[in-house]
């Protein structure tokens, strides 16, 4: 970390890298979530970078490719445990945390779910669920990732993938935040548009969505009868989720339940949450298990300490 290069006024992330024979520096923001980046020599927008540490100039290796666009990406061990990610591809707003061995875990939801997607920013959201991928969604978002790209606006513009919204007949659609406009059955040329539209907090008339027969037009997702008239339940958030990104299921809550469970670290409250949660065991089929609390009131430490040893064969699992 460079304290004396702040960004965000946070220590800034700082790392050597080499883009064609060129070396230079780079600063990233600390904060998770923030775009903020500087450069001492521009690196044209979709380029890819090589990374190497600041002190030593050791290349730092990429084990894995970036989910989105498939270029390196650069895994950084966190002071506290557990691991971030960051693509080598200039522009590309790709980034993955890994909790795994975090000490200090409340810390980390409370700093991701103040940082990330600021909100306002207009935001492209797109359904990619099994009929959005069957009608050409994961083409629209490749032109989307390719316009955002080419015209330089990762920094105005978000957009997430989401699972399926309930409205797979018109599919391929994106909903724009903060708007709520809903285009159905866009294609390929209509992408641009659409993101222009939304960076100037404008609508495309000629693809918001109509009723069959109706000339009335729908601008606000809402308004929709399909959605008007409708309460989605299990799956209402996830038009707010991409599920790739951990970092928008903590700002929904996720998480929230086990890091109050580590911060009390009180087995007779942990038990008697469950027990007043209500939860019973799958209904219909499960015999003694029907309608009844599956919980006992039994704090974990007076459970026997027993460790599992994996069975050699089909049978009796043995205990040690
Ligand atoms: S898969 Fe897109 S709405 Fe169902």
Redesign the pocket.
């Known amino acids: 970390m460079d304290a004396e290069h702040p960004i965000d006024d946070h220590p800034s992330c700082h790392f050597t890298i080499r883009h064609e024979g060129e070396e230079s520096h780079l600063w990233l923001s600390g904060l998770w979530g923030s775009p903020h980046v500087e450069l001492e020599r521009e690196v044209p927008d979709g380029a890819i970078v090589e990374f190497a540490c600041p002190h030593c100039r050791e290349t730092l290796e990429a084990s894995i490719l970036c989910p989105s666009c498939e270029a390196p990406l650069l895994a950084l061990r966190l002071t506290g445990g557990g691991a971030a990610s960051i693509c080598s591809r200039r522009g590309c707003p790709e980034h993955l945390l890994d909790l795994e061995g975090t000490t200090d875990l409340k810390n980390h939801l409370d700093s991701l779910t103040a940082s990330g997607r600021p909100p306002g920013k207009p935001t492209l959201v797109l359904?990619?669920?099994?009929?959005?991928?069957a009608?050409g969604?994961n083409d629209v978002l490749r032109v989307a990732k390719r316009y955002i790209l080419e015209n330089g606006l990762h920094d105005r513009i978000e957009l997430r993938i989401t699972?399926?919204?309930?409205?797979?007949e018109?599919?391929?659609?994106v909903v724009i935040e903060p708007g709520r406009n809903l285009y159905p059955k866009i294609g390929m040329d209509d992408v641009g548009r659409i993101i222009d539209a939304a960076l100037e907090g404008n609508v495309v008339e000629d693809l918001l969505y109509r009723e069959p027969g109706e000339e009335k037009l729908y601008e606000n997702k809402e308004e929709i009868p399909f959605f008007r008239d409708q309460v989605r339940t299990i799956l209402g958030r996830n038009e707010d989720l991409d599920p790739l990104r951990i970092s928008d299921y903590f700002r929904q809550g996720g998480y929230s339940s086990l890091a109050a469970v580590i911060e009390r670290n009180d087995p007779e409250w942990i038990v008697d949450e469950v027990v007043k949660a209500g939860l019973r065991g799958w209904p219909a089929t499960t015999g003694t298990a029907r309608g009844r609390p599956t919980w006992s009131a039994t704090p974990m430490r007076e459970i026997p300490a027993l460790s599992w040893t994996a069975p050699s064969s089909r049978g009796t699992p043995t205990w040690s």
């Open positions: 359904c990619a669920g099994t009929a959005g991928q009608s969604a699972g399926c919204q309930g409205f797979c018109m599919d391929p659609f």
